[in-house]
């Protein structure tokens, strides 16, 4: 009987140490289904976040455009002094296959709804006037192809419409006025946007187009020793410079002055029909345009 009693016991126990068991493992298995907290929660999304991008495809990863929003390729937007803003074409590479190039502006002034700019490059080589006469702006050949070769030539209708008429001061006594949509700097505007000593923003260099027609240039290969011999090591950085016109007469009526290939004037100036052995001063279009 005892023995019997011992045994009942002993498979009693044996039930209970099963029972505690199986609770044991009932409880290690609800742990194993995510945590809902919060923190876990951010966790998770950062993981999942992590997968999507590490290969992103390529077409997502382009930012939507949005509908009938984008401005038309040669409206110039609100800019600041020294932007660079394309507007118009014109022939810059001296490859005529490939079609005009986009002109690239700097802008001078903006005054809110409209701006001043100036071409970046010097786009032309050419005499500010084809006779060797006693000559203003209004009477120059340069006035007159400005307004009329350039200006249909390098913008659109379109483009042609953005372009205010601007009236400009004479600088000879007695002169009139004259109003024009495409116009060259006098060195008063000049000196106003990169007044001296600020001589290097004054600088620009030929396109490739250019040069082609014959403009001078300030080649520092040619001329180095000179100005090495005199201490002017630091010219180099003029290389490749070119002259440009001003509206602003020379020394005598029939002269007219340039801002030189390293941004200075003499104000002397040189003759209008310049045009030694084929080769000229360059040209630097100047505009308003309508914001």
Same mark, same amino acid.
Request: glycine share 6%; aromatic share 12%; hydrophobic share 35%.
């Given at each position: 009987?005892?023995?019997?009693?011992?045994?009942?016991?002993?498979?009693?126990?044996? !039930?209970?140490?099963?029972?505690?068991?199986?609770?044991?493992? +009932?409880?290690? +298995?609800?742990?194993?289904?995510?945590?809902?907290?919060?923190?876990?929660?951010?966790?998770?999304?950062?993981?999942?976040?992590?997968?999507?991008?590490?290969?992103?495809?390529?077409?997502?990863?382009?930012?939507?455009?949005? &509908?009938?929003?984008?401005?038309?390729?040669? &409206?110039?937007? +609100? =800019? =600041?002094?020294?932007?660079?803003?394309?507007?118009?074409?014109?022939?810059?590479?001296?490859?005529?296959?490939?079609?005009?190039?986009?002109?690239?502006?700097?802008? !001078?002034?903006? =005054?809110?709804?409209?701006?001043?700019?100036?071409?970046?490059?010097?786009?032309?080589?050419?005499?500010?006037?084809?006779?060797?006469?006693?000559?203003?702006?209004?009477?120059?050949? !340069?006035?007159?192809?400005?307004?009329?070769?350039?200006?249909?030539?390098?913008?659109?209708?379109?483009?042609?419409?953005?372009?205010?008429?601007?009236?400009?001061?004479?600088?000879?006594?007695?002169?009139?006025?004259?109003?024009?949509?495409?116009?060259?700097?006098?060195?008063?505007?000049?000196?106003?946007?990169?007044?001296?000593?600020?001589?290097?923003?004054?600088?620009?260099?030929?396109?490739?187009?250019?040069?082609?027609?014959?403009?001078?240039?300030? /080649?520092?290969?040619? &001329?180095?020793?000179?100005?090495?011999?005199?201490? /002017?090591?630091?010219?180099?950085?003029?290389?490749?410079?070119?002259?440009?016109? !001003?509206?602003?007469?020379?020394?005598?009526?029939?002269?007219?002055?340039?801002?030189?290939? /390293?941004? &200075?004037?003499?104000? $002397?100036?040189?003759?209008?029909?310049?045009? $030694?052995? +084929?080769?000229?001063?360059?040209?630097?279009?100047?505009?308003?345009?309508?914001?």
């Amino acid at each position: 009987m005892k023995r019997l009693q011992k045994t009942l016991s002993v498979l009693a126990l044996a !039930l209970m140490l099963g029972l505690a068991t199986a609770a044991c493992a +009932g409880k290690s +298995g609800k742990s194993e289904t995510p945590d809902s907290s919060p923190a876990a929660e951010t966790a998770g999304q950062d993981n999942a976040a992590e997968e999507k991008t590490a290969v992103p495809d390529a077409a997502s990863a382009q930012p939507e455009a949005p &509908e009938n929003t984008a401005a038309p390729e040669s &409206e110039p937007a +609100g =800019t =600041t002094f020294g932007s660079v803003i394309t507007f118009g074409t014109y022939e810059q590479d001296n490859d005529a296959s490939n079609g005009a190039e986009p002109v690239e502006w700097i802008v !001078l002034e903006d =005054t809110g709804d409209s701006l001043l700019v100036i071409s970046r490059y010097c786009l032309e080589c050419r005499p500010f006037h084809d006779v060797n006469e006693e000559v203003t702006w209004e009477t120059s050949s !340069l006035r007159a192809w400005l307004n009329d070769v350039f200006y249909y030539t390098a913008f659109t209708d379109e483009e042609q419409a953005g372009i205010l008429l601007t009236t400009l001061p004479p600088y000879t006594d007695g002169a009139p006025e004259t109003q024009d949509k495409v116009f060259i700097l006098s060195y008063a505007e000049v000196d106003k946007y990169w007044p001296w000593p600020d001589t290097d923003a004054r600088c620009a260099r030929p396109t490739a187009y250019a040069l082609a027609q014959g403009c001078y240039f300030f /080649n520092w290969e040619e &001329e180095k020793d000179k100005f090495i011999e005199h201490g /002017n090591e630091a010219y180099e950085k003029f290389d490749g410079n070119t002259w440009w016109w !001003l509206r602003k007469p020379g020394r005598t009526a029939k002269d007219v002055d340039y801002i030189n290939w /390293n941004g &200075e004037s003499n104000g $002397y100036g040189v003759i209008a029909r310049y045009n $030694y052995d +084929g080769s000229s001063y360059t040209v630097r279009p100047a505009l308003w345009l309508q914001k």
